[in-house]
């Protein structure tokens, strides 16, 4: 069966193990029927930013022409350092776009990706943000009414955790031992100042996360569309949002979000 299309990241529903499902173009591929069966990826050279739809030859920040870098609010660098959004301010690329995505509730919170982290996201975004990560057991640590003060408590917390997934860990599965995700939240919690310390969250449930993972590479390479107009092998993984193939190779799809790809399986 073939496809062809736009892609954009794989969506997820929170199953045991993680249902996952491709977009391409109008279509849904589900993914967990192909583990163990050979898959083909062939990129046309054809890249349309997510954001605008124009043709663009690069892709910037995950999907974005460089005027849609510039100027879009999903590609605000508010994305990526939650701390700098103004939108309590009114200061914003779009208010519209800010009062949906900015001043709404966040959570900051701790995760087991190959390692632990503190991350920020929206409320609504739980647990799709854990899953796109790779995380296998996540907790939530404070809950804030907009993304300004989240960012803030991340950034007073990256002095002592890392705010990075290793993502080469998380993929070969490497076991970490003795992570107590309810004893770093209480540390990490410790560690606030008096005034942030009121948006701590009660809950203290840990979430455990299953990928559908027959196999998980014991050595990595990573290849793209960048370099190779053809990705092709049986899969034998999903995790994050990386395909993990046979040979150990691995794809990251949501890095090539706007490239149009035909899908052969």
């Not at 900015?102 to 975004?125: F, N, P, S």
């Not at 990928?211 to 050595?219: A, N």
């Not at 990386?242 to 691995?250: A, C, P």
Request: proline letters at 4%.
């Amino acid at each position: 069966m073939q496809h062809e299309g736009n892609i954009l990241k794989m969506r997820a529903e929170l199953t045991s193990p993680i249902n996952y499902f491709f977009r391409i173009g109008n279509d849904e591929i589900p993914m967990n029927p192909l583990l163990g069966k050979a898959i083909t990826l062939k990129f046309t050279g054809k890249i349309n930013c997510i954001s605008c739809g124009k043709k663009t030859k690069t892709s910037f920040n995950q999907g974005f022409c460089y005027n849609c870098l510039r100027k879009a609010p999903e590609a605000s660098e508010t994305i990526i350092r939650p701390e700098l959004s103004k939108a309590h301010f009114g200061i914003a690329r779009d208010m519209e776009w800010a009062e949906k995505h900015d001043l709404i509730a966040h959570y900051v919170y701790l995760a087991v990706a190959g390692g632990l982290k503190v991350g920020v996201t929206r409320e609504h975004q739980i647990p799709t943000r854990w899953i796109d990560q790779g995380a296998g057991s996540a907790i939530k640590l404070a809950k804030t009414p907009n993304r300004h003060i989240a960012g803030v408590i991340e950034v007073w917390l990256k002095k002592y955790f890392s705010d990075k997934a290793n993502w080469r860990a998380m993929l070969q599965n490497r076991v970490i031992e003795n992570i107590d995700l309810v004893q770093e939240k209480n540390k990490a919690a410790g560690l606030l100042p008096a005034e942030l310390q009121r948006y701590v969250e009660k809950d203290n449930q840990v979430t455990m996360l299953e990928y559908p993972v027959l196999d998980s590479p014991e050595k990595i390479k990573s290849v793209t569309f960048d370099k190779q107009a053809e990705i092709s092998g049986k899969l034998t993984g999903i995790k994050g949002q990386y395909l993990i193939f046979e040979n150990q190779s691995v794809l990251n799809i949501r890095k090539h979000n706007g490239y149009f790809l035909q899908v052969t399986y």
